[in-house]
């Protein structure tokens, strides 16, 4: 076959050409190297090809918005969220959109949020400048220490939440098939990050606040070792992250168990 410039199909002989017969350990090699891709362009030729909720960039400039936040700006951005998970709870009915959820099958909730100014203005980009400031592992005082980044250095990267949107969901229906419903957006372009959370009880973690912001933390974590890479030493910290990160740690070998504070974590190199 002459050649065209037309890319028609690759190969490759470790690999069976069929999907259905790779292992889920080769099919992950190839979803790392597509999410690596789609990085590299965006860094290194400065295109916007990151899914805009999966850029570490703009989780970080999320993660530094919620800092800044009061405690009464919080309430009134998150204030849902909080009640719906204590929902779970506290022995109130739990409302949901649907009624066809397998009742032993997970609900992801989810809040997309918007920044101003957009986080892939910067130049270094928001996480090296971060980076900069911090080279070791954020502890559980993250809140504090990112707070901390208000002063004279850094005072560029001061991000305000935009808006945010209303829940969305994620569940299994009960018949083997995942559904989404997304919520309505509150502005007319791709939110700069988004909360996904299991249902848990706020009432065990001593901030709800702090909660969201390790949380974000933890979901640029996941996005370094979906991508194959090892996470910048800052993010090298264990609890819920993303639900694709749940995923890939539960039923890939590739990955340890991040997602869970109580596991032992022997590498932080997902290759």
Sequence with gaps: MAYDGEIT??????????????????????????????????????????????????????????????????AASFGDLERQLRSHYDGSKVELPFADADPDGAIVYRQDLYLEPDPLEFDPPVLEQFRAHFDGPLDSSLFTQAGD????????????LEAVSGLGYLYNDGRGSQQTIPTDQPLERAP????????????????????????????????????????????????????????????????????????????????
């Excluded at 980044?149 to 305000?160: G, Q, R, V, W």
């Design 192 to 271: 700069d990050a988004r909360i996904e959370l299991l249902a848990f009880d706020p009432e065990e973690v001593d901030s709800f606040q702090h909660y969201l912001v390790s949380h974000l933390a933890y979901q640029i974590r996941d996005r370094f070792l979906l991508m194959g890479l090892t996470p910048p030493a800052a993010f090298q910290a264990q609890g819920w992250g993303t639900y694709d990160g749940f995923q890939a740690q539960t039923f890939c070998d590739l990955y340890e168990e991040y997602w869970s504070p109580e596991a032992t974590i022997t590498s932080w190199d997902p290759s």
């Design 149 to 160: 980044l208000t002063d004279d250095d850094l005072d560029a990267l001061e991000f305000d």
């Design 9 to 74: 199909f690759h190969s490759c002989e470790e690999y069976p050409n069929n999907p259905a017969k790779r292992t889920r350990t080769q099919t992950e090699y190839g979803e790392q190297a597509r999410r690596y891709a789609q990085w590299y362009v965006y860094r290194e030729r400065g295109y916007d090809t990151v899914p805009s909720t999966e850029n570490p960039d703009r989780i970080l400039a999320a993660l530094l918005a919620l800092t800044r936040l009061s405690s009464e700006a919080f």
